[in-house]
């Protein structure tokens, strides 16, 4: 089992720049892959970045391209999401969640932090 926990959100304007973190705890030596996902108000949820729990390899959702960066501290145990150049519809909330293969799904997911971006 893994546990994670996200914070970091909150209330800013736009063009403002926000990072996100995720703790992770509990088996963590078993973890594949960590996303960051959203979701805002009446709309399906949206992959937003990833990247490798060990190696380098990055990906992002189209909103994500060229704003946003994705970060890992393996000390920690902690995953980042670096939001830069907000806008209000990224207003949302985010949420991390792990898979432990490169064929599982995201299987392990935190309890979301709101990110409030204000024109």
């Known amino acids: 089992q893994v546990q994670l926990v996200e914070s970091g959100g909150g209330l800013v304007q736009a063009g403002d720049s926000l990072r996100l973190s995720c703790a992770a705890s509990?088996?963590?030596?078993?973890?594949?892959?960590m996303g960051w996902f959203r979701q805002a108000p009446g709309k399906e949820r949206e992959f937003v970045a990833g990247?490798?729990?060990?190696?380098?390899?990055?990906w992002f959702g189209e909103s994500a391209q060229g704003r946003f960066a994705i970060s890992r501290d393996n000390a920690k145990k902690t995953v980042y999401l670096q939001m830069n150049g907000l806008k209000p519809e990224d207003t949302a909330v985010y949420y991390c969640?792990?898979?432990?293969?490169?064929?599982?799904?995201?299987?392990?997911w935190g309890q979301g932090a709101q990110v409030t971006v204000s024109s």
């Open positions: 969640a792990a898979k432990m293969t490169k064929a599982s799904d995201f299987g392990f």
């Open positions: 509990g088996r963590t030596s078993t973890i594949y892959a």
């Open positions: 990247c490798m729990w060990s190696g380098s390899n990055t």
